[in-house]
């Protein structure tokens, strides 16, 4: 990977900030001076902005401070929120900016004394911070992640509704319909005639799109993506869940905001069969019976600048189902007999990305891989995207350093390479599957191994009996 490539993967994050920020303020200045030469020749917006004082006792000093209140209501709920602070922070410098620049035209600040409509922007104020926030304001604790979602959408669209609207005031030239005059309220008779200005309405109209699109990047929240795992019976689906979870929760350590996790019992009560101090102890994990089923989930965040939420919701069954649920996807619902065939049908079709399996110590001890049934999956569910994961790998990081004497926990990409090689080149059934899923990446997963007494693999731990992962740091980057 070139130094630009790896600077790219390691601050790409901040590289799109930097980007959508600069956007932003390129376009905001000669935008926001058409759009206050647009409120200054108003032919619909502004004659009803000042009707409403004949008609509400509303002026239109009461009227501009009560919108800008929403919209710092608005605009406080993005800034404390944990994951659009940098955005929030950022949109109140170009509000800042958007202000001075009007101010150099005579509009808006100098023309409103904010003294004495004081109340008037204090309720807008509040009331944006009702209608962004509601019930998550009164909230001390939360399961959940808090966000002020709302709050984002309402900004976004109300910036944007004072673009377009403004761009239209610009360049089309209406008829009056009404007209205020003193205490009265005239309506004026109909005409007809609209005219158009033609002249900078390319500029204006592409730096309009620039800026909609580019602000709706820049408050609005990723969607979540859903992983579902597939495996044959014994292929570590359990310990590949329990090590991804781990990885998560090393990861949430230091971050600023409190994240939960929110994983499932089932999942914890795996996490806890496998939490030993003994450094001796084994995996205590048995194989899931015919009969269960166990819900695995949790989420994650990925990304500090741009974080995005990341749901992983499974369910650890029997190996033995794998082969008849292509079938189960083929059917209806009310035609798959099974109750957990049923189920396992729906959450693969609800999935965003399935992880298929392929067990490292099946292919050392020369036993079928059982992977067959993949490739009838992925012809059911076509539009899935798939991250392929070996699991126990393990006992190649001991070929690897046998081979090149270097330590596949050090040297990863390395090492991944020398996964991906290996099995593709002695493994006919991998290889079809990886040029079957266009040439994906195998993941390498393991714990580190020792052996104990009787020659059996144990889980190596630190002096406080705790396992250790590879991979699955590395892994958690490529869901998010």
């Known amino acids: 990977m070139t130094a630009i490539g790896e600077f790219l993967e390691e601050n790409g994050e901040k590289v799109f900030l930097v980007v959508y920020f600069a956007v932003m303020v390129a376009v905001a200045g000669p935008l926001f001076l058409a759009l206050g030469e647009a409120w200054q020749a108003s032919d619909i917006v502004r004659p009803l902005v000042r009707s409403l004082d004949p008609l509400l006792s509303v002026d239109l000093e009461q009227f501009s401070s009560v919108m800008f209140g929403i919209y710092l209501g608005l605009l406080s709920l993005v800034a404390i929120d944990a994951k659009k602070r940098v955005q929030g922070l950022l949109l109140t410098f170009g509000t800042v900016s958007a202000l001075i620049g009007l101010l150099s035209i005579g509009l808006f600040i100098p023309n409103i004394d904010f003294a004495d409509n004081v109340v008037w922007l204090l309720g807008g104020f509040v009331f944006g911070g009702i209608i962004g926030g509601g019930s998550q304001l009164l909230e001390t604790r939360t399961a959940t992640a808090l966000e002020f979602r709302r709050s984002a959408t309402l900004l976004f669209y109300l910036i944007s509704a004072l673009v377009v609207v403004g761009l239209v005031?610009?360049?089309?030239?209406?008829?009056?319909?009404?007209?205020?005059?003193?205490?009265?309220?005239?309506?004026?008779?109909?005409?007809?005639?609209?005219?158009?200005?033609?002249?900078?309405?390319?500029?204006?109209?592409?730096?309009?799109?620039?800026?909609?699109?580019?602000?709706?990047?820049?408050?609005?929240?990723?969607?979540?993506?859903?992983?579902?795992?597939?495996?044959?019976?014994?292929?570590?689906?359990?310990?590949?869940?329990?090590?991804k979870y781990l990885a998560a929760l090393d990861d949430a350590v230091g971050r600023e905001s409190d994240t939960p996790l929110n994983p499932s019992s089932d999942l914890m009560e795996l996490v806890g069969a496998l939490d030993a101090a003994s450094k001796d102890t084994g995996w205590k994990l048995d194989a899931t019976g015919q009969t269960d089923v166990e819900d695995l989930g949790f989420q994650f965040i990925d990304g500090r600048v741009f974080p995005k939420n990341i749901e992983l919701s499974s369910l650890d069954y029997a190996g033995e189902y794998l082969e008849r649920l292509p079938s189960a996807l083929m059917s209806p619902d009310a035609e798959v007999d099974n109750s957990t065939l049923r189920l396992l049908s729906q959450r693969v079709q609800s999935a965003n990305t399935l992880v298929l399996i392929i067990d490292i110590e099946r292919y050392h001890n020369n036993e079928p891989l059982e992977i067959e049934p993949y490739f009838d999956i992925l012809d059911v569910a076509s539009n899935k995207d798939v991250l392929l994961v070996a699991t126990k790998c393990d006992i190649l990081a001991e070929e690897f350093r046998e081979q090149q004497a270097l330590e596949a926990h050090q040297y990863f990409d390395e090492f991944q390479e020398y996964v991906n090689e290996t099995l593709v080149e002695n493994n006919q059934t991998v290889r079809t599957l990886v040029q079957d899923t266009s040439g994906a990446?195998?993941?390498?997963?393991?714990?580190?191994?020792?052996?104990?007494?009787?020659?059996?693999?144990?889980?190596?731990?630190?002096?406080?009996?705790?396992?250790?992962?590879?991979?699955?740091?590395?892994?958690?980057d490529k869901m998010g």
């Open 169 to 243: 005031e610009y360049h089309v030239n209406f008829p009056q319909f009404i007209q205020v005059a003193g205490d009265e309220v005239q309506l004026l008779a109909p005409n007809p005639e609209v005219s158009v200005v033609w002249e900078g309405i390319g500029v204006n109209l592409l730096m309009a799109s620039v800026f909609v699109v580019t602000l709706r990047r820049f408050v609005t929240y990723d969607s979540s993506e859903s992983f579902f795992v597939l495996g044959p019976q014994g292929s570590g689906k359990s310990l590949f869940l329990v090590g």
């Open 441 to 476: 990446k195998i993941y390498p997963v393991y714990y580190q191994t020792t052996t104990d007494e009787n020659g059996e693999r144990v889980p190596m731990r630190d002096r406080n009996g705790n396992v250790q992962t590879v991979g699955f740091e590395q892994l958690l």
